[in-house]
């Protein structure tokens, strides 16, 4: 099982390991393929892109958490902005969703 640190930290962790894809086409094919496993919606997204990936998760069953902003979704990713990202491991999802539960806002 993964050790301490927060939200953000275990993403950097997830996108070095190759388990996270961000972006609106990246994410709808992770999500159709089945491969995402917890999908990071920013707090700041568009009404449009909220409104299409709460449908598209709630339709297939993934997780979706609305967390971040999009620059620090973007810095995750290495680009300066990201509305959406999904994480396409287990275990990363889980600690992700174990620390948000906990109250972990980093």
């Not at 393929?33 to 993934?62: E, I, M, N, P, Q």
């Not at 990202?85 to 620390?99: P, Q, W």
Request: aromatic content about 6%; charged content about 25%.
């Amino acid at each position: 099982m993964m050790g301490g640190g927060g939200v953000t930290q275990l993403l950097f962790l997830a996108r070095r390991a190759g388990r996270v894809v961000g972006g609106d086409r990246a994410v709808r094919a992770a999500i159709r393929r089945g491969y995402a496993k917890l999908v990071l919606l920013a707090t700041d997204a568009s009404r449009h892109t909220r409104k299409s990936f709460l449908f598209l998760t709630r339709s297939t069953g993934v997780p979706l958490v609305t967390w971040g902003l999009k620059e620090e979704l973007g810095r995750i990713l290495n680009r300066a902005t990201c509305a959406v990202m999904a994480v396409n491991d287990e275990d990363f999802s889980r600690g992700i969703l174990k620390r948000l539960e906990r109250g972990d806002s980093g």
